[in-house]
């Protein structure tokens, strides 16, 4: 469990190494610190474990579906 081992006290802002399964290595990434409930770290690691994909490309994909939902595009761009 990868994910697990870094450290709560990591600044917000220093640039993470990507893993294999994530953004390409020309993209920039930043490490960040997020209160989660238990039960939910432990369903999160567990379908990591299961699906032998990290927890942090899970993560990702959250954060990409909540932006594709609350985000609207600028000046439009997007709409038919």
Known sequence: M?????SP????A?????DSNGPDASES???THVL?????VHKLRELAR??????????RE????????YVRP?????TP
């Open 2 to 6: 990868q994910d697990a081992s870094a």
């Open 9 to 12: 006290m990591s600044p917000e």
């Open 14 to 18: 220093t640039p993470a190494s990507a």
């Open 29 to 31: 990434v930043v490490s």
């Open 36 to 40: 989660v409930p238990i039960e939910q």
């Open 50 to 59: 299961r699906t032998r994909i990290h927890q942090s490309e899970y993560l």
């Open 62 to 69: 959250a954060v990409e579906d909540l932006l594709a939902k």
């Open 74 to 78: 600028p000046n439009g761009e997007g």
